[in-house]
């Protein structure tokens, strides 16, 4: 369907789809935010509806002329069912090798009028421009003649020429939610010496993978490497990405920089080597690109940060409000219930002492949640640092909206809380500015995980594992697919899943848990009781108590799933309180 200016809202399902203003709004008449893509998603889902669409289809609407994998698809049909309610996949159906049936009735009327359109002059019965009768006549003024009212005819052409102007203004200035302009980043073509066809092919893949990537992120634009500069010598990108790849023994290793045009300053750069004995090439190239993505996505956050323009001056130092919450990030997971109390005294007195830094006050928030999930807390001072942790994080989201560590933050504080909806949302919004960040898709497989949707949360946390960024998080997804794969009585798959991820750090004695009871269903008791025995001397004072996760918002699936591995982890003598 022809996507001009004349708009149309689509209504389907209590939800309207405003073209107009490229928005989609709630039952209640509010705006709920949507990436770009996902909204071209559903819109042209609507505009089919009653059609299977096949997948080839809906990739060629929404991204023309350009190559994305199925992965960027499925995370917008993702996206899209969780923000139009449709958890049980009826209104967005999956028609097996076919494609994807929109099941909701849609209406289509014209989009109201804005205050600014001239509806209250008097007009004729008949269209001047179409020759067609109105939608609604008025009198025409005794003595007015008809001709009296040819301002239709150069109205619609100033309206046109000011939607044609607007278009254009939006493809050569698109601004962000704080009226800056977008800075424009160039990709250049991975290089290699090596002269061997596969080190060319692994080079031209990762360059074509990593400008699809960038391209997801909605801060930013990404242009072709022949718009560095104009014809005129006039700077037209902002950025230039460019690299090196070599093929070593048993290693692909790439050096990666991102330099300012306008200065030929270096702004970044980063090593980045994937071991290629164990795996194969896919897996190899899609490491390499997320190796190189993902910290490039975290210094482009920190670029767009300040309120000054990033294209603007010299470029501005790495804040140490940054850094302090990365590393607090980096760490938190790894840390012990005695490491805990310190690090918990020392962020409160910080705090205290500057209350008015949100990189430490977020980097408190995130040791709370830490709390949180591990049951260190007793009941009133759960509720009061959660309290606490929220305060303080949507605080910081409304300073720093599009801040990587902070949409993590609140990423897992949603799911700390069993807010798994929202959680689906909040981490969708992470990898809007960071589609290689394994930590929000592991919280999303943990969403997924608790609202019984297990197939969809292995899904991602397999695709977490294949990106495997940032390298120090990796146990985290691995847990998450042996816990899912036990939940699903895939005991095998669970057991290698559990292994590994014990074998990047033993520090939580979750893992060995689960792993207890994998060995348990596979017929290998003295193994069970061993690995029971060992996570109860890493997690002392453990109980069913303890370890069973809060209910409040589960689907029943999952709860009944988790029923059956406690009660095999008493058997394996996880006592009761």
């Known amino acids: 369907m022809a996507r001009g200016?004349?708009?149309?809202?689509?209504?389907?399902?209590?939800?309207?789809?405003?073209?107009?203003?490229?928005?989609?709004?709630?039952?209640?008449?509010?705006?709920?935010?949507?990436?770009?893509?996902?909204?071209?998603?559903?819109?042209?889902?609507?505009?089919?509806?009653?059609?299977?669409?096949?997948?080839?289809?809906?990739?060629?609407?929404?991204?023309?002329?350009?190559?994305?994998?199925?992965?960027?698809?499925?995370?917008?049909?993702?996206?899209?069912?969780?923000?139009?309610?449709?958890?049980?996949?009826?209104?967005?159906?999956?028609?097996?090798?076919?494609?994807?049936?929109?099941?909701?009735?849609?209406?289509?009327?014209?989009?109201?009028?804005?205050?600014?359109?001239?509806?209250?002059?008097?007009?004729?019965?008949?269209?001047?421009?179409?020759?067609?009768?109105?939608?609604?006549?008025?009198?025409?003024?005794?003595?007015?003649?008809?001709?009296?009212?040819?301002?239709?005819r150069p109205v619609a052409l100033i309206l046109a020429a000011f939607c044609t102007l607007a278009v254009i203004a939006a493809i050569i200035m698109p601004r962000d939610l704080f009226g800056r302009r977008l800075p424009t980043i160039a990709v250049m073509p991975i290089m290699t010496t090596d002269g061997d066809s596969e080190a060319a092919a692994m080079a031209t893949g990762v360059t074509t993978r990593l400008a699809d990537g960038l391209a997801k992120i909605e801060t930013i634009r990404v242009s072709a490497p022949s718009t560095v500069q104009q014809a005129n010598g006039t700077e037209r990108s902002d950025f230039v990405v460019q690299g090196e790849l070599k093929k070593?023994?048993?290693?692909?290793?790439?050096?990666?920089?991102?330099?300012?045009?306008?200065?030929?300053?270096?702004?970044?750069?980063?090593?980045?080597?994937?071991?290629?004995?164990?795996?194969?090439?896919?897996?190899?190239?899609?490491?390499?690109?997320?190796?190189?993505?993902?910290?490039?996505?975290?210094?482009?956050?920190?670029?767009?940060?300040?309120?000054?323009?990033?294209?603007?001056?010299?470029?501005?130092?790495?804040?140490?409000?940054?850094?302090?919450?990365?590393?607090?990030?980096?760490?938190?997971?790894?840390?012990?219930?005695?490491?805990?109390?310190?690090?918990?005294?020392?962020?409160?007195?910080?705090?205290?002492?500057?209350?008015?830094?949100?990189?430490?006050?977020?980097?408190?928030?995130?040791?709370?949640?830490?709390?949180?999930?591990?049951?260190?807390?007793n009941p009133a001072d759960r509720a009061t640092a959660q309290?606490?942790?929220?305060?303080?994080?949507?605080?910081?989201?409304?300073?720093?909206?599009?801040?990587?560590?902070?949409?993590?933050?609140?990423?897992?504080?949603?799911?700390a809380t069993n807010e798994f909806v929202e959680s689906l949302v909040a981490c969708a919004r992470a990898l809007n500015v960071d589609p290689w960040n394994g930590m929000a898709l592991y919280h999303i497989g943990l969403a997924q995980l608790q609202l019984g949707r297990f197939d969809d949360a292995l899904a991602t946390f397999q695709q977490a594992d294949r990106f495997d960024t940032p390298r120090v998080s990796r146990w985290t997804w691995m847990v998450g697919a042996g816990w899912v794969s036990l939940l699903m009585d895939r005991n095998e798959d669970a057991a290698k899943w559990l292994q590994q991820s014990i074998a990047v750090t033993k520090a939580s004695g979750r893992p060995q848990m689960l792993l207890a009871v994998a060995y348990q269903r596979l017929g290998r008791l003295d193994e069970a009781r061993a690995t029971m025995a060992e996570a109860m001397a890493l997690r002392p004072g453990s109980t069913l108590a303890n370890v069973e996760v809060p209910k409040l918002n589960a689907s029943e699936v999952y709860l009944a799933s988790s029923r059956r591995i406690l009660q095999q982890m008493a058997e394996l003598g996880l006592p009761d309180r």
Not at 83 to 92: A, E, F, H, M
Not at 403 to 414: D, G, N, T
Request: one cysteine or more; proline letters at 7%; a neutral charge.
């Open 248 to 377: 070593s023994e048993g290693a692909w290793d790439v050096r990666a920089r991102m330099t300012r045009v306008s200065t030929g300053e270096i702004v970044w750069t980063e090593p980045v080597s994937v071991m290629s004995a164990d795996t194969d090439l896919p897996l190899q190239q899609s490491r390499l690109v997320a190796g190189i993505g993902h910290p490039l996505a975290v210094r482009l956050s920190e670029l767009m940060a300040n309120d000054a323009p990033p294209i603007a001056g010299s470029g501005s130092p790495r804040s140490m409000s940054n850094v302090a919450v990365e590393q607090a990030t980096a760490s938190i997971m790894k840390i012990t219930r005695e490491r805990f109390v310190e690090a918990q005294t020392m962020l409160v007195k910080a705090v205290a002492d500057d209350p008015e830094n949100i990189a430490l006050a977020v980097s408190l928030a995130a040791l709370q949640l830490r709390g949180i999930q591990m049951v260190w807390y």
């Open 387 to 415: 309290a606490s942790a929220k305060s303080v994080l949507e605080r910081a989201l409304r300073l720093e909206p599009g801040s990587i560590p902070v949409l993590e933050a609140y990423c897992r504080f949603l799911n």
């Open 5 to 152: 200016c004349v708009a149309m809202v689509l209504r389907f399902a209590g939800f309207e789809l405003d073209r107009q203003r490229a928005e989609l709004r709630r039952p209640d008449g509010t705006p709920t935010k949507v990436r770009p893509k996902t909204l071209a998603v559903i819109e042209e889902l609507a505009n089919n509806a009653g059609r299977v669409l096949s997948k080839q289809e809906l990739m060629q609407a929404v991204w023309p002329n350009i190559y994305v994998g199925e992965d960027s698809l499925f995370q917008c049909i993702k996206e899209a069912r969780t923000i139009l309610g449709d958890d049980q996949r009826q209104l967005i159906r999956l028609v097996s090798r076919r494609g994807y049936l929109f099941t909701a009735e849609v209406s289509i009327d014209p989009a109201p009028a804005t205050a600014q359109t001239p509806l209250t002059v008097t007009a004729p019965s008949i269209d001047p421009l179409t020759d067609h009768p109105l939608a609604e006549t008025r009198p025409i003024p005794e003595g007015v003649p008809p001709k009296a009212h040819s301002w239709r």
